[in-house]
């Protein structure tokens, strides 16, 4: 339906929802979620933070500027980045 654009639209964009939202139903709508959300960033940035050393250990990089440690780093966080996002 979006893509024969059947759907309607409600805002004009952000800036035109953000307003709205805030002028009709108050500033307490405008933060409905973020603690959810605070709590999911902490644990999924303490979980990718936690493990990143880890797995650097684990692919062997040993801390010595070089090419293979830093596709080793770019491993690590391209694995971490991957499996946390799903």
């Not at 880890?54 to 499996?83: I, Y």
């Amino acid at each position: 339906e979006l893509a024969e654009g059947r759907v309607k639209r409600h805002y004009k964009g952000f800036v035109d929802g953000f307003l709205r939202v805030g002028r009709e139903e108050g500033i307490h709508a405008l933060q409905k979620g973020l603690f959810a959300g605070m709590i999911y960033q902490f644990f999924m940035n303490g979980a990718r933070l936690g493990c990143y050393p880890t797995l650097k250990r684990a692919l062997g990089e040993d801390g010595t500027p070089s090419p293979l440690n830093t596709a080793k780093q770019f491993t690590a966080a391209l694995v971490l980045s991957r499996d946390i996002a799903l």
